[in-house]
């Protein structure tokens, strides 16, 4: 008996890397497409393709290092998330707008929506070139997602903008933002002591 939960086991886990591979190979399959044709698929739920190719155009330092394409697709992914981080933008303000009080919902939907231009159109360029990286992503979304209180969650959210806008400005330096800055600031425990 145990042989055989021990070969079933096996076989599951073997399933799930091939299925995980073939969902990758066809994920690098889309982004080479994009890459040889010059050309990207742009959602309708994402906000205005103009600002982000604007906002490329203007950082003439991250063109040397990274083509419109690129950033675009990167652009698309957080919005729609990945294999890897699979809650993009989009879900997120979803799932932070049904937790809102319903008479606060269509400013904050507003607010999440320009938080997200300038969030995605930072994090989307090369490495090396930009303020935001995948680290704050993953804090932001914790902060706004374990934020039960809407007014806390409220809180957290112009406290992440007021955060965005200084490290756009370089006013603020990216290792400054950590999880015991938010919980002192918002009075909350993100990843209860871990």
Known sequence: MILELNHRFKLIKSRNQILRNVLLFLWLISLLKCSVTNTIFWPETLPGREYFEANYEKDKDNQLVQSKIDYLGWVVSFYEGTLIAPVGWLELQTIVLEMAEPENRLELDKQ????????????????????????????????????????????????????????????????????????????IDLFGGF
């Open 112 to 187: 999440l929506t320009d938080l997200g231009r300038l969030i995605s159109g930072e994090w989307a360029k090369e490495n090396n070139g930009r303020v935001i990286d995948s680290r704050l992503l993953s804090l932001w979304g914790s902060v706004m997602q374990l934020s039960n209180d809407p007014q806390v969650q409220a809180q957290a959210v112009v406290l992440i903008e007021k955060d965005v806008n200084d490290l756009l400005n370089r006013q603020l330096m990216p290792e400054a933002i950590t999880d015991e800055r938010y919980e002192g600031v918002l009075g």
